[in-house]
């Protein structure tokens, strides 16, 4: 369900080409979908062209169940960009191994997809098609997009069922991913903006010490355990400025809105080299929804328990 927002002026860049999982998840989103949609051929050029004004949204692959972090979003967010996330899509993943018309398992010797799915895949991979090569594309339409171009008899790609459709592809098998629940999280950055506060949000931030000296991981923590915030995620990156120097990128329950977060940030802020701020937004998954309700209704209650107090003030 596609949180409350206004419309975002188009287009919306996403990674392509036409078929990906990103773009499945991008049409999850009716007021993204029904704007002006702009395929691009790799994550960098995705928050490039936001970066540069070319487009109004960024979408892009940031977290996947079974693989972790999408490493080439993460790093650019921090390092590269400066861009806000405006929200969170979760999308269900399932792979399939597809090839040409013709093409069977035992004809196959290599297979070519995203880093990250072929990585997905690698049980399957081994128990069926030992000793394959594995190529690497820029997504995982792209892959398909690529050999139903250029068809090869002996080269299959592992991606969804749509860039089988859109390509002229045959399925030799379904759902090759390793591990049964697999998702994928997305999320919409553009350059400026904070969403409102929904009840049932996520904020996240980069942290950069001063130095790698003991104890500087826990000071950190210490702020937000002290708080009894909850983190969702914590992710050490190399800085690029040296062998051994990290900040940690996080994920935490709550919106900047929040007095809460707000005076943990404050004092992030104050303590450590920089923190750089990725954004506040609606989180998503299931419960979404329900979680919202029950913050709505509870903050209901207690205005209604305060005006009870404050009416017999005088």
């Not at 996330?85 to 069977?104: K, N, W």
């Not at 035992?106 to 991979?125: E, H, K, N, T, Y």
């Not at 923590?221 to 992710?235: D, K, P, S, V």
């Not at 305060?306 to 003030?313: E, K, M, P, T, Y």
Request: glycine share 8%.
């Amino acid at each position: 369900m596609t949180p409350p927002a206004t419309r975002p002026p188009s287009p919306v860049a996403f990674l392509g080409p036409l078929g990906t999982f990103t773009e499945e998840a991008l049409l999850s989103q009716d007021d993204y979908a029904s704007g002006a949609l702009e395929p691009a051929a790799t994550i960098g050029d995705v928050l490039e062209a936001v970066r540069a004004g070319r487009a109004a949204i960024g979408f892009v692959p940031l977290e996947n169940a079974i693989e972790g972090m999408v490493r080439d979003t993460l790093d650019a967010l921090i390092f590269d960009v400066d861009l806000l996330i405006q929200r969170e899509v979760v999308l269900d993943v399932r792979l399939h191994l597809m090839a040409g018309p013709g093409t069977s398992l035992r004809d196959v010797r290599r297979v070519v997809s995203f880093p990250v799915a072929l990585a997905q895949c690698r049980r399957f991979v081994a128990e069926h098609l030992p000793g394959i090569e594995t190529v690497a594309a820029n997504s995982t339409a792209d892959a398909a997009r690529i050999l139903g171009e250029r068809p090869d008899p002996q080269t299959a790609a592992i991606g969804p069922r749509l860039a089988a459709e859109l390509y002229g592809l045959s399925i030799l098998a379904e759902d090759v991913e390793d591990f049964a629940g697999n998702q994928t999280r997305f999320v919409a950055v553009a350059t400026s903006g904070v969403p409102a506060p929904t009840g049932h949000d996520r904020t996240s931030i980069v942290c950069f010490q001063d130095a790698d000296r003991p104890g500087s991981l826990h000071g950190i923590l210490g702020q937000f355990a002290a708080r009894n915030i909850n983190l969702t995620r914590l992710e050490s990156r190399p800085t690029k400025q040296g062998l051994g120097e990290y900040c940690f990128a996080i994920d935490l329950s709550g919106h900047i809105a929040d007095e809460v977060v707000a005076d943990c940030l404050r004092d992030l802020r104050a303590n450590l080299a920089n923190v750089k701020f990725l954004g506040s937004y609606p989180a998503a998954g299931h419960l979404a929804s329900q979680r919202r309700r029950e913050a709505d209704d509870a903050w209901r209650r207690a205005d209604e328990w305060l005006a009870a107090l404050r009416s017999q003030i005088g």
